[in-house]
C-alpha cells in the first residue's frame, strides 16, 4: 500500500433489524476509527443477510460476493454481533463463514488485521459469553481482536428512546475499540514502510 492509499476499516454487524441496538454501537466505534484517521465501509443489518455458507459451490450471490471483496479490500475490521442465545447471531456467524472464500489469497482469512469486537446482548451473561464467541472466531481467522472488547448490556437503558447514547462507560468502550483499531492498522503500514515493502496485495484491491 502506497503512502497516499487510505487504510480501510469494514464494520460488520447489526441484526435483521435495520438500525438495531448493535448496528448503533457499530456505528459509534466505525466514527472514532474515521477520526483516527481510519476510512470506513459498513455493511450492515439485512445486507448480511447472505445464502447459507455452502463450501460445494463455487459460484457466490451477489451479496455474497460484495461482502467478501469489502473483506478483501479492508486493513481492519470492526465486528459487532448481537447476542443470540449466548453466542452470536446465525446472521454474523453465516457471513463471517464466507471469509473460507479467501483461504487461497496472498492474504487468507483476516491474517494479521486488527479487529475490534463488539458484543451487544440483554444481560450480562449473554453479553460475555457472545463477545467470547466473536474473540474465538477472530482468533480461527488469524485476525487479531481489539484488547478492549465492548460489551454493550441493552437491558441497562444505555440508548434512549430516540436511540442516542446515554451511558458514557459505554460509549468510552466504543471508541477505544475503534481508536485500537485504527492505531493498529496504521502502525502496521508504517511498519511495512519502514521496511520498504507495501501491504499484501489484494485480488481486488482497490485505489
Known amino acids: 500500500m502506497g503512502a497516499g492509499q487510505p487504510v480501510r476499516v469494514l464494520g460488520i454487524g447489526g441484526s435483521t433489524r435495520p438500525d438495531s441496538t448493535s448496528e448503533r454501537a457499530l456505528r459509534i466505534a466505525m466514527a472514532a476509527a474515521e477520526e483516527a484517521g481510519l476510512t470506513t465501509e459498513f455493511i450492515t443489518g439485512r445486507a448480511l443477510i447472505l445464502p447459507i455458507y455452502d463450501t460445494e459451490v463455487n459460484v457466490r450471490s451477489g451479496e455474497a460476493a460484495a461482502f467478501v471483496a469489502a473483506v478483501r479490500r479492508a486493513d481492519a475490521l470492526i465486528v459487532a454481533s448481537p447476542g443470540y442465545h449466548g453466542t452470536l447471531s446465525g446472521l454474523m456467524k453465516n457471513a463471517l463463514d ?20 463488539i458484543a451487544v446482548a440483554h444481560g450480562w451473561q449473554a453479553t460475555v459469553s457472545t ?12 485476525g487479531w481482536p481489539s484488547p478492549l472488547g465492548a460489551t454493550v448490556n441493552a437491558a441497562a437503558g444505555v440508548f434512549d428512546k430516540t436511540g442516542e447514547l446515554i451511558d458514557d462507560t459505554v460509549r468510552f468502550q466504543l471508541e477505544t475499540v475503534g481508536v485500537q483499531v485504527a492505531e493498529f492498522a496504521l502502525a502496521r503500514r508504517l511498519a511495512a514502510q519502514a521496511r520498504g515493502e507495501s501491504f499484501r496485495e489484494r485480488p481486488d484491491r482497490a485505489s
Open 98 to 117: 464466507y471469509v473460507e472464500d479467501t483461504r487461497l489469497d496472498p492474504r487468507p482469512y483476516l491474517d494479521g488485521l486488527p479487529v475490534g469486537c
Open 131 to 142: 463477545l467470547t464467541s466473536v474473540r474465538t472466531v477472530v482468533h480461527a481467522l488469524r
